[in-house]
């Protein structure tokens, strides 16, 4: 059954403007943020490509690195439509996500000038059946939204998924501007498992770092990678090199041993801290169910990795570091509904990315400002 068919409003339509004229992603003044260098790699990746052939990396780390969570395109227009022609990578089907959670493009508008973004539109192929549905068009007017005569616009890249090519067009006669610049430019960056990467937002602005990203008006890079935040030190080496403001790591989800997460999570830390000895590093525990004090996941002992965590963090303190924080996950969810919040158990639902993203706001903002 064609659900379109009986309600239009699940209707999925193509772009037919026919006074369009395209830009590709990389043609100034669009700006791409949260990826690695794609002006001088031509890709929309979160890494070096080389990481893909790092036999240090685990597998499934080296087969996520072109997923583009995280990624974002920004500028400004006078034009009154938004028109866009994607190339996805490939189709990856899930069944615990829909369509727009693992591979959809989210659209954000906001006065020009402005940084009170709203959502308008998730563009997603109206079919996700054969190649071919990887390539298509979608596009959105304005005014059905808003008065504005001038917008910024965001457009947050699909999470679970690559895109090889985004054109963005607009009205012929009417011009791209830059887009307004972040309050903080210095991106903060987080690294995770598959909280992290977006498992299972229903699209990619209701992910935690994105919730974050919009109302501290901060630039931020997503290494979430479901199923394989290890903690490798080459991936410790990697976010040395990058200029950030705050590190956010949550590592719990995926370790399963607990002698083997013990013995890389300080040292990981540690690398982490002589690459940035000055950066604030902010280390989660797995946001949980502090009122389901019986269920715990097979092959999983919460308690004794978030005690893990605790022992990074009192030996680092020991040590002087002043510029580390500590943030137990079992309050994330909140006091109500905490079974609400998330598909399995485990994965945060959009309610659950909301309420971890309210827990996390007044103390990045805090953070910010103190470095600032």
């Not at 209707?11 to 003044?29: L, R």
């Not at 439509?81 to 508008?109: C, I, N, W």
């Not at 996700?128 to 068009?137: C, G, L």
Request: with cysteine.
């Amino acid at each position: 059954m064609d659900i379109s068919k009986i309600d239009p409003n699940f209707k999925i339509e193509a772009a037919n403007e026919t006074d369009v004229q395209y830009f590709n992603y990389d043609e100034a003044p669009i700006s791409i943020h949260g990826l690695y260098d794609p002006y001088g790699t031509g890709k929309l990746w979160r890494m070096p490509e080389e990481y893909k052939d790092n036999e240090a990396l685990n597998p499934g780390m080296r087969q996520l690195l072109h997923n583009t969570v995280g990624g974002r395109l920004r500028f400004a227009t006078d034009s009154p439509y938004l028109a866009l022609m994607v190339e996805l990578s490939e189709l990856t089907p899930s069944v615990m996500m829909a369509v727009s959670g693992h591979s959809g493009l989210d659209v954000y508008t906001a006065k020009r000038g402005s940084s009170r973004f709203q959502y308008i539109k998730t563009v997603v192929p109206a079919q996700f059946m054969e190649d071919k549905d990887r390539f298509f068009t979608s596009s959105v007017h304005f005014n059905l939204f808003d008065h504005y005569d001038q917008h910024e616009v965001m457009i947050n890249l699909p999470q679970f998924n690559g895109v090889n090519k985004i054109m963005v067009g607009i009205k012929k006669g009417c011009s791209l501007f830059p887009a307004a610049p972040y309050q903080y430019e210095k991106p903060i960056l987080f690294y995770g498992d598959s909280i992290t990467h977006g498992g299972n937002a229903s699209r990619p602005g209701n992910n935690y770092p994105n919730h974050i990203s919009r109302w501290l008006n901060a630039d931020f890079i997503n290494l979430g990678f479901t199923g394989n935040a290890m903690g490798e030190p080459e991936v410790a080496d990697f976010i040395g090199s990058l200029d950030v403001s705050v590190i956010v790591t949550n590592l719990e989800l995926r370790n399963y041993d607990l002698e083997e997460f013990r013995a890389k999570h300080y040292p990981f830390y540690a690398r982490l801290r002589k690459h940035h000895p000055d950066v604030p590093i902010l280390i989660m525990s797995r946001a949980g169910f502090p009122r389901l004090r019986k269920y715990e996941p097979k092959q999983r002992d919460f308690v004794m990795t978030n005690r893990i965590i605790m022992e990074t963090c009192v030996r680092a303190w020991q040590e002087g570091d002043e510029n580390l924080y500590y943030l137990d996950g079992a309050g994330m969810f909140g006091d109500d509904d905490q079974d609400a919040c998330t598909v399995d158990h485990t994965h945060p639902n959009d309610l659950g990315f909301y309420r971890m993203a309210q827990h996390l706001r007044p103390i990045l903002y805090s953070i910010l400002e103190d470095i600032k």
